[in-house]
């Protein structure tokens, strides 16, 4: 057997307090990687959160030009180590290295990280408010302690417990972190940690500022949510396992932001159809379905069709497109596993199968592209178990009778990352439009017009979130710079405090004269004026 990889604790790689080890898989070849990496014990746990919590008072006095530093050191690092990085990450999760992997996710990390710097250099994110009368300022800033990040296994950079969006955002806001490695994808975690504790030298942060473990069992990870000295955590993955981590937090009184299940409906009103065409319209869904196997969180899962020719037209060109696609590989054995036992659960809520439902198909672990049918009727009498997702290249069309079945059908949605609407581009749809669209409206993040939902641009605009079970908390975006940096940040208040001991962004004088302050009541950029 392979050495066991060191985890990174307090600045040091050192053996882990083991309770175990595990072996990541190469999805493709169905077998070991060759690496070896440990579980980390309770042990390692109270080490982690103990340097990270000195960290994180070390980072209460650093300005945030040494933060921004490190994001943006940091990005280079990982440029300049691409092709080790994506080799890996290849490896580790069958994805392709190109253009996935080092055209698309690399890049977008970086410039993750660089939009993370340009927040934190700017400050506005913070909401400096100031009234001269009163002598009250207020600012949000870091927590305190250290943020704990559980990445997913579907984005081994994008998403990375140590280069992702609740990474670049908790380290933006000041917090230090401490990455749990998503066990699918534990060596691009280690490349990546590397890279991340070296830049934190480069700048000077202090040494366990970016901290890493691999994996915990179950009881260990609800004693670290929850442990006294952590600030918060950031999840993304199963609903199953975020909950019994909510609990924990929960119970601890520690905020937890967790992302962890979405169908994300699409909605095709006949005017579109009629418009477009059949072809082009499922050829835009089938692309972005069976994108990346199915296995991204906007993944469209369900759509709702009004019954009619156009309907009908729909669903057998999207079941031939899915007939004839190739099959691609699954994450792990476990998503395989996963997502034949979801399309079973399907099947037995009264689901028809038009293509697919079984194992296989594709290099390595791997289920045929999958469709399936109800009735509007069905999904009204069981709409939980019709909303199970099933992670991957699977998606469930139901047929409603008329818009006012439609209409049914939407107010039972659960909470749902995105939810999109295709209608006529000449408003021949507009009346039945503006009938489902406020309902729509509440149950997603993010409301998209004639566009498939796959795509997360990393905008200051974008929410990705939305309501139970797509997150814990329908108030925060997990992308989206400046605002992710708000799920990291505790809301400081200052009464009366002497000027000079104030936070540079709450004194008079604006300390950088770019930004944006609330200074009695207005918007500002200017310098308050205390009378």
């Given at each position: 057997m392979s050495d066991v990889q060191p985890v990174l604790i307090d600045g040091e790689w050192r053996a882990a307090h083991t309770e175990g080890t595990f072996e990541p898989h190469n999805p493709t070849a169905q077998s070991p990687t060759g690496e070896v990496y440990p579980v980390s014990s309770l042990n390692d746990v109270e080490a982690v959160v103990r340097a990270g919590s000195v960290a994180a008072e070390e980072m209460a006095g650093l300005a945030p030009t040494v933060i921004a530093s490190f994001l943006e050191r940091y990005a280079e690092r990982i440029e300049a180590r691409a092709d080790e990085l994506v080799e890996i990450a290849h490896t580790e999760s069958g994805l392709p290295a190109s253009p996935r992997l080092k055209d698309i996710e690399l890049p977008r990390t970086a410039d993750q990280l660089r939009q993370a710097a340009a927040a934190t250099r700017a400050g506005s994110w913070a909401v400096p408010t100031i009234d001269t009368q009163s002598g009250i300022r207020s600012m949000y800033a870091a927590m305190g302690g250290p943020v704990v990040v559980f990445g997913p296994n579907n984005f081994p950079f994008a998403?990375?417990?140590?280069?992702?969006?609740?990474?670049?955002?908790?380290?933006?806001?000041?917090?230090?972190?401490?990455?749990?490695?998503?066990?699918s994808h534990p060596g691009t975690t280690r490349l990546l940690g590397e890279e991340a504790f070296a830049a934190s030298q480069d700048v000077g942060l202090p040494r366990a500022a970016v901290q890493l473990i691999y994996r915990t069992d179950h009881q260990v990870g609800e004693q670290l949510v929850s442990h006294p000295l952590?600030?918060?955590t950031g999840y993304t993955g199963s609903r199953s396992a975020g909950l019994a981590l909510k609990r924990a937090a929960d119970g601890a009184g520690k905020p937890i932001y967790l992302e962890l299940s979405s169908i994300n409906p699409v909605v095709v009103l006949p005017g579109a159809i009629a418009e477009r065409g059949a072809e082009e319209l499922m050829d835009e869904f089938v692309t972005s379905c069976?994108?990346?196997?199915?296995?991204?969180?906007t993944n469209p899962g369900l759509v709702l069709l009004l019954k009619g020719e156009g309907a009908e037209e729909s669903i057998a060109v999207a079941r031939e497109k899915f007939d004839g696609a190739p099959v691609g590989t699954m994450l792990?054995?476990?998503?395989?596993?996963?997502?034949?036992?979801?399309?079973?659960?399907?099947?037995?809520a009264g689901a028809e199968l038009l293509v697919g439902g079984t194992a296989g198909g594709g290099e390595g672990y791997s289920f045929h592209n999958t469709l399936l049918r109800v009735s509007g009727?069905?999904?009204?009498?069981?709409?939980?178990?019709?909303?199970?997702?099933?992670f991957g290249n699977e998606s469930l069309f139901v047929v409603a009778d008329d818009i006012d079945q439609a209409l049914e059908v939407a107010r039972r949605f659960e909470g749902n990352l995105t939810g999109c609407i295709y209608s006529h581009s000449g408003g021949d749809d507009d009346a039945l439009y503006n009938r489902i669209a406020p309902i729509l409206r509440r149950k997603v993040g993010r409301l998209l017009n004639d566009k498939m939902p796959t795509g997360v641009a990393v905008s200051s605009a974008m929410n990705h979130g939305g309501p139970y079970p797509a997150t814990g908390h329908p108030g925060f975006t997990a992308v989206g710079l400046p605002a992710s940096l708000l799920r990291f940040g505790m809301l400081q208040c200052f009464d009366n405090v002497r000027p000079h001991r104030l936070p540079p962004a709450l004194r008079d004088q604006n300390p950088t004269g770019e930004m944006w302050r609330l200074v009695d009541k207005q918007w500002t950029q200017a310098d308050a004026t205390t009378g």
């Open positions: 998403f990375n417990s140590l280069a992702g969006g609740d990474f670049a955002s908790a380290i933006a806001a000041g917090n230090p972190v401490i990455g749990k490695a998503n066990s952590v600030a918060a069976l994108m990346g196997t199915g296995q991204f969180c792990t054995a476990s998503v395989q596993q996963n997502m034949e036992r979801s399309v079973n659960h399907l099947r037995a009727t069905q999904f009204i009498k069981a709409p939980e178990k019709l909303q199970e997702e099933a």
